[in-house]
C-alpha cells in the first residue's frame, strides 16, 4: 500500500485523546485505530503480534537474523486535543509554488508566518481546511513505521529483529503509563513523532515541577506593623529573586523557570513552578537557588513558606552519551539517503525519555510534519515517503554491525 494512502487512512479516524477522562486510552477512536493497525500487521503476515486491547498498545516484531541488534520504532495514535481531529478534509496541493494557501475563506497558510513552506518548492503539500489539525503528529510517524515494515516483509534483506510499537495518549503525557516491556525489548529503539524530515534528537530536558504554599497572617491594615505576614507579598518577592530565564526569554540548550500559576491573598498564596535545564548540573543548581531563596524567607517570615520539588524526567543524553555507534549509526542512516541530518535538543521531554532510563536508549526521529497540533498542520508527500526511507536505512545500517558492537557500553 502506497504511504499516502495509509496516511489518508488513519487522519480518517478520529483519535483526539481527552485530558479530562479517567480511562486508558481516554478515547475510543484509538482503539479504532490500534485495531486497524492490528489488522494491517496481520496481512503483512508480521511473525508476532501482541494487542493490548484493555490499554489499547499494539507491539509487533517482524523477525530476522537474531545475530544482528534489535531496532525498535515507536509512535503514538493519539492526537492533540488543541484542535479538532474529526471530519479531516484534507487538501492535496501537487507541485506547491510557494504562495499563499487558502485553507479556507478566513485561514490562510502563508510562507511569511511560516517560512518552513519555503523548503517545500516543487513538493506535494498535504494540508487541512482550516478547521481541524491534520493529525502528522503523529499519523505521519505510524505510516512511515507501518511502509518501513512492508518493505522488510517484502526485501530478501538480512536485518535483525524489528519491534514496533503504537502507544495511547502519549499528547496527555499518558503515552508509556501502561507500556509493557515484556513485548518491547529491542537493543535500541527510536520515537518517530519530531517535526522535520532528518531530525534526530537525543537530548532533552531535566524536568522538574515547584509547589509552593506561603501561609501568612492576616490583619486590620491600620494595626498590621509587626504582625502582618502578606502571603501575596512573599510570592512577589519569590518570583522577583528568581533570574529572569524564563520560556519567553530562552531558546535552544538554554534552561527556565517557568512561572506557571500564581493565585491567593493575604492569608494563603499559592505559587507553581515547571524548572528545566539541558544539563544535570545547572539543573541542580536552580533547584537549589529556589530552596536558598525560600530558607531565607522563611527565616525572616517565621517558617510560612512550604517548598515542594519533584523531577519529572531526565534528559536522555544522560543514557545514550554512552551509545557512540546509536548516534553515529543514525546521523550515517539518515546521511545515506541524502538528508542532511538535523540534530536538534527538544525542549520538552518525549516518551523516549522514559523509555531510555528503563533500559532501552531511544531517541526521537522527525516525520516530515509541521505546526502540530494546529489547523496550520501540514507534511509532504515526499517529506514521508523520505522518512520511510530513513526508517529503513537506519535497519540496514544496524544490520552490518554485530550485536557487540552496538552493545559494547552494557546489557548483555
Ligand atoms: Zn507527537
Given at each position: 500500500?502506497?504511504?499516502?494512502?495509509?496516511?489518508?487512512?488513519?487522519?480518517?479516524?478520529?483519535?483526539?485523546?481527552?485530558?479530562?477522562?479517567?480511562?486508558?486510552?481516554?478515547?475510543?477512536?484509538?482503539?479504532?485505530?490500534?485495531?486497524?493497525?492490528?489488522?494491517?500487521?496481520?496481512?503483512?503476515?508480521?511473525?508476532?503480534?501482541?494487542?493490548?486491547?484493555?490499554?489499547?498498545?499494539?507491539?509487533a516484531v517482524l523477525e530476522g537474523d537474531?545475530?544482528l541488534p534489535k531496532l525498535g520504532f515507536i509512535?503514538?495514535?493519539?492526537?492533540?486535543?488543541?484542535?479538532?481531529?474529526?471530519?479531516?478534509?484534507?487538501?492535496?496541493?501537487?507541485?506547491?509554488?510557494?504562495?499563499?494557501?487558502?485553507?479556507?475563506?478566513?485561514?490562510?497558510?502563508?510562507?511569511?508566518?511560516?517560512?518552513?513552506?519555503?523548503?517545500?518548492?516543487?513538493?506535494?503539500?498535504?494540508?487541512?481546511?482550516?478547521?481541524?489539525?491534520?493529525?502528522?503528529?503523529?499519523?505521519?510517524?505510524?505510516?512511515?513505521i507501518?511502509?518501513m515494515l512492508?518493505?522488510f516483509?517484502?526485501?530478501?534483506?538480512t536485518h535483525g529483529d524489528i519491534y514496533v510499537c503504537?502507544?495511547?495518549?502519549?499528547?496527555?503525557?499518558?503515552?508509556?503509563?501502561?507500556?509493557?516491556?515484556?513485548?518491547f525489548t529491542p537493543d535500541i529503539a527510536y520515537t518517530v513523532?519530531?517535526?522535520?524530515?532528518?531530525?534526530?534528537?537525543?537530548?532533552?530536558?531535566?524536568?522538574?515541577?515547584?509547589?509552593?504554599?506561603?501561609?501568612?497572617?492576616?490583619?486590620?491594615?491600620?494595626?498590621?506593623?509587626?504582625?502582618?505576614?502578606?502571603?501575596?507579598?512573599?510570592?512577589?518577592?519569590?518570583?522577583?529573586?528568581?533570574?529572569?530565564?524564563?520560556?519567553?526569554?530562552?531558546?535552544?540548550?538554554?534552561?527556565?523557570?517557568?512561572?506557571?500559576?500564581?493565585?491567593?491573598?493575604?492569608?494563603?498564596?499559592?505559587?507553581?513552578?515547571?524548572?528545566?535545564?539541558?544539563?544535570?548540573?545547572?539543573?541542580?543548581?536552580?533547584?537549589?537557588?529556589?530552596?536558598?531563596?525560600?530558607?531565607?524567607?522563611?527565616?525572616?517570615?517565621?517558617?510560612?513558606?512550604?517548598?515542594?520539588?519533584?523531577?519529572?524526567?531526565?534528559?536522555?543524553?544522560?543514557?545514550?552519551?554512552?551509545e557512540?555507534t546509536l548516534?553515529?549509526g543514525t546521523?550515517?542512516a539518515?546521511?545515506?539517503?541524502?538528508?542532511?541530518?538535523?540534530?536538534?535538543?527538544?525542549?520538552?521531554?518525549?516518551?523516549?525519555?522514559?523509555?531510555?532510563?528503563?533500559?532501552i536508549p531511544c531517541p526521537?526521529l522527525?516525520?516530515?510534519?509541521?505546526?502540530?497540533?494546529?489547523?496550520?498542520?501540514?507534511?509532504?508527500?515526499?517529506?514521508?515517503?523520505?522518512?520511510?526511507?530513513i526508517l529503513i536505512s537506519i535497519v540496514k545500517e544496524f544490520s552490518k554491525n554485530?550485536k557487540?558492537?552496538i552493545l559494547?557500553?552494557?546489557?548483555?
Amino acid at each position: 500500500m502506497e504511504l499516502l494512502e495509509r496516511f489518508l487512512e488513519y487522519i480518517a479516524i478520529d483519535t483526539t485523546s481527552n485530558s479530562k477522562k479517567n480511562t486508558n486510552p481516554s478515547t475510543k477512536g484509538q482503539l479504532i485505530l490500534a485495531k486497524k493497525l492490528v489488522m494491517e500487521l496481520k496481512k503483512l503476515n508480521i511473525n508476532k503480534i501482541y494487542f493490548d486491547e484493555k490499554n489499547c498498545y499494539v507491539y509487533a516484531v517482524l523477525e530476522g537474523d537474531k545475530k544482528l541488534p534489535k531496532l525498535g520504532f515507536i509512535s503514538h495514535l493519539d492526537t492533540s486535543e488543541n484542535a479538532i481531529g474529526k471530519n479531516i478534509k484534507p487538501q492535496i496541493i501537487k507541485n506547491y509554488d510557494v504562495k499563499d494557501i487558502m485553507l479556507n475563506n478566513k485561514k490562510t497558510l502563508s510562507p511569511e508566518i511560516y517560512p518552513d513552506l519555503k523548503n517545500h518548492i516543487g513538493k506535494t503539500l498535504i494540508t487541512t481546511d482550516g478547521t481541524t489539525l491534520l493529525g502528522a503528529d503523529d499519523k505521519a510517524g505510524i505510516a512511515e513505521i507501518m511502509s518501513m515494515l512492508e518493505y522488510f516483509v517484502n526485501s530478501t534483506e538480512t536485518h535483525g529483529d524489528i519491534y514496533v510499537c503504537f502507544t495511547p495518549d502519549e499528547e496527555l503525557g499518558l503515552g508509556t503509563l501502561n507500556f509493557n516491556k515484556e513485548f518491547f525489548t529491542p537493543d535500541i529503539a527510536y520515537t518517530v513523532d519530531g517535526s522535520s524530515v532528518g531530525e534526530f534528537s537525543y537530548e532533552n530536558f531535566n524536568a522538574a515541577s515547584v509547589t509552593i504554599e506561603i501561609n501568612g497572617i492576616s490583619t486590620h491594615c491600620g494595626n498590621a506593623k509587626n504582625i502582618m505576614i502578606n502571603a501575596c507579598h512573599i510570592a512577589t518577592i519569590i518570583n522577583s529573586l528568581l533570574p529572569n530565564e524564563i520560556p519567553a526569554n530562552t531558546d535552544g540548550r538554554q534552561g527556565f523557570y517557568h512561572l506557571e500559576e500564581i493565585n491567593g491573598n493575604v492569608s494563603k498564596a499559592h505559587l507553581k513552578y515547571l524548572i528545566r535545564d539541558f544539563d544535570k548540573e545547572s539543573f541542580t543548581k536552580r533547584k537549589e537557588l529556589l530552596e536558598q531563596i525560600v530558607n531565607v524567607l522563611n527565616r525572616k517570615y517565621n517558617d510560612c513558606i512550604k517548598l515542594d520539588i519533584k523531577d519529572t524526567y531526565y534528559n536522555m543524553y544522560d543514557v545514550i552519551k554512552e551509545e557512540d555507534t546509536l548516534i553515529t549509526g543514525t546521523i550515517n542512516a539518515i546521511k545515506s539517503v541524502n538528508i542532511e541530518p538535523l540534530i536538534l535538543p527538544i525542549r520538552g521531554g518525549t516518551d523516549g525519555t522514559k523509555i531510555s532510563y528503563e533500559g532501552i536508549p531511544c531517541p526521537n526521529l522527525g516525520t516530515g510534519g509541521h505546526n502540530f497540533h494546529s489547523i496550520y498542520e501540514y507534511v509532504t508527500v515526499e517529506d514521508m515517503n523520505n522518512t520511510r526511507d530513513i526508517l529503513i536505512s537506519i535497519v540496514k545500517e544496524f544490520s552490518k554491525n554485530n550485536k557487540k558492537q552496538i552493545l559494547r557500553n552494557k546489557r548483555i
